[in-house]
């Protein structure tokens, strides 16, 4: 377990935060419903999508940059 106000948490809730609201944006009903919002705070998890997609490659290998991280080295 990783402690959410530690540097490595919150690079985990980072990580995870962008890898679901890029597979949100695949659904097409909470598509539309949650990420149709481009500003405010709805707005971070459109953000946080655009990033999902278009830099899937680095956020693939760093999800399993930091898997590998915490199942063996911490």
């Known amino acids: 377990m990783t402690n ?28 539309s419903w949650l990420l149709s919002e481009k500003k405010g705070v709805w707005g971070v998890f459109y953000k946080a999508a655009v990033i999902g997609t278009r830099l899937h490659i680095a956020v693939a290998a760093s999800c399993m940059c930091m898997g590998f991280y915490l199942i063996f080295l911490k």
């Open 4 to 31: 959410v106000y530690s540097f490595d948490g919150i690079l985990v809730f980072g990580l995870l935060f962008i890898c679901t609201c890029a597979y949100l944006k695949k659904v097409p009903r909470l598509n």
